[in-house]
């Protein structure tokens, strides 16, 4: 018993200190030179752009959702006009970002899990390896940096797409103007609420991308690992997501709430 | 099929002493866990020469190979590969190594997101730097002509056979003009005609890149077209050498049961 612990500790360390080597060697590639922009490209259109539909479509029902919830309670409380505010905080503070983040854990970092997982199966990683080529820097560097980047703007997609759907169910029962709907969620916003949640994004991407890449890159040699690279990515970017979520609201709570 | 084709181009590497030796291996070790994979290895490959190790599937012909280029670390033992000891390089020395150094998978293992030409061109732009793009596709035409598969250049990896993703990993090996060939099972999973077209190409490639090689395989038809010289391997050590003619004479039992098929 008090063996099988330490073997599982000594595992789970080994696994930490790998994770700081990959993520040394991701660091040091940033800067090698030959950065692989095209690739980079690639990954952004098929990072960002593919997901566009996925985010805009869950961030418009949490929306649309969240009004329906809330409307009753703000109405027993006689605070009906406080409804786009309460969205508008609750969607671009938190909501937004942490539903976006989580779609991406789902289609990306298991998309890269696999990817890379297969390409390591089928001996693609290790042939890139043994021609002298860099595959950290083609494969790792670019995805990392792409969800990094790509995280975010979808993030900002999605609020916007979310208020939109929190407007359209506003209007099933009340009549409330584009505009003023637009005006009174803005101006229920401050610096104070866009830029903690643009910038725990941006460690949401980094997150996504990581544990997507590491997860595929360590992968065994197996047709079923490839599974088990996906699966374990999703499951572990979705538990940074949550972790990096709390320890941003911390932080932002002493920054500006105090 | 271009083996029957004439030798044109031949590439413009210096001359080397025929008995130079590229590789040097004496005493390798190489055990994972418990299970002791390489007991007592010992070789060399000299300058053109094709050397095939032979032996059953499971016994680490692989393993040796795969030191050879860095991917794994011999537990004990001295292997040089041009001189230079393998365990001491640096990754950037292993990375210069690893350019003079062509590696045929068993898989092929073809970039299966890119097209026939962009898996050629990636060592071209990533390993040489190549910038100037008519030179770039001058050199991916003729190496896919050399393997006889021009008309696949804009085909995905999906869609070749299994003969032709080992032609193509071939080419895309040779376009970098190694010095040192390693084939891991170049004929394993092809039908008995697609093998024997796959080990003419390798002669014929050998004879025309002036590569030494070494060819891990358990397909005696490839070993008896390609070898100058067979190392017979059992239980993690080489048990007999020599050519296919004095090897099929030998007294040895077990040597003489790999040939038993083909005999």
């Known amino acids: 018993m008090a063996e099988q612990a330490i073997t599982g500790w000594r595992k789970w360390m080994m696994g930490i200190g790998e994770q700081c080597v990959f993520f040394g060697r991701f660091f040091r590639n940033i800067f090698a030179g030959g950065f692989e922009w095209s690739e980079f490209v690639r990954q952004c259109y098929e990072i960002g752009y593919r997901s566009m539909m996925l985010v805009g479509i869950t961030t418009f029902i949490m929306g649309f959702v969240l009004i329906l919830q809330l409307r009753p309670s703000l109405v027993a409380l006689g605070a009906e006009s406080m409804l786009p505010k309460t969205l508008a905080v609750s969607f671009i503070r938190e909501m937004g970002p942490v539903i976006t983040a989580i779609i991406c854990a789902g289609k990306i970092a298991s998309s890269i899990g696999a990817e890379l997982g297969s390409m390591k199966v089928s001996e693609q990683i290790d042939a890139m390896e043994v021609s002298g080529a860099n595959p950290i820097q083609y494969l790792v560097v670019t995805r990392i940096l792409a969800t990094t980047l790509m995280v975010p703007l979808l993030s900002v997609i999605g609020d916007v797409i979310g208020l939109f759907g929190g407007f359209l169910a506003l209007n099933i029962t009340d009549a409330i103007s584009f505009s003023l709907y637009f005006n009174k969620c803005i101006g229920s916003l401050d610096f104070s609420d866009f830029l903690p949640a643009l910038v725990k994004t941006i460690f949401f991407g980094f997150a996504i991308g990581f544990v997507g890449c590491y997860k595929g890159y360590h992968s065994n040699k197996g047709t079923e690992s490839v599974g088990i690279a996906a699966n374990s990515a999703v499951v572990t970017a979705s538990l940074w997501i949550f972790v990096i979520d709390a320890i941003a609201v911390q932080i932002t709570s002493i920054l500006f709430y105090r | ?263």
Request: proline share 3%.
């Open chain 2, 1 to 263: 099929m271009t083996v029957e084709k004439e030798i044109n181009g031949i590439n413009k590497k210096p001359q080397k002493p025929k008995d130079e030796v590229v590789i040097h291996a004496s005493g390798l070790k190489k055990a994972f866990g418990e299970k002791e994979v390489l007991k007592n290895i010992t070789f060399d490959l000299k300058r053109g020469e094709n050397m095939v190790v032979l032996g059953k599937s499971g016994e680490g012909k692989s393993v040796t190979i795969q030191c050879v280029v860095g991917m794994l670390k011999p537990d004990e033992g001295d292997l040089k590969v041009f001189g230079e000891d393998v365990a001491d390089m640096s990754d950037e020395e292993l990375k210069q190594l690893r350019i003079k150094i062509g590696f045929l998978f068993q898989s092929g293992a073809l970039y299966d997101s890119m097209t026939v030409r962009e898996n050629l061109e990636f060592p071209l732009t990533r390993v040489l730097r190549l910038k100037d793009q008519a030179e770039i596709d001058k050199k991916v035409e003729e190496v896919l002509d050399n393997v006889g598969l021009l008309e696949a250049i804009d085909k995905m990896p999906s869609d070749l056979s299994g003969g032709m993703r080992k032609r193509v990993g071939l080419a895309r090996t040779l376009i970098v003009n190694p010095e040192i060939m390693l084939y891991d099972e170049p004929t394993t999973g092809l039908d008995p005609i697609t093998s024997r077209e796959i080990s003419e190409l390798i002669l014929h490639m050998q004879k025309k890149y002036k590569t030494s090689s070494i060819i891990i395989t358990h397909d005696l038809e490839c070993a008896r077209i390609t070898a100058d010289r067979i190392v017979i391997m059992n239980d993690g050590e080489y048990i007999a050498e020599g050519t296919w003619k004095e090897l099929q004479k030998s007294d040895n039992e077990l040597v003489r049961s790999f040939f038993n098929e083909t005999t």
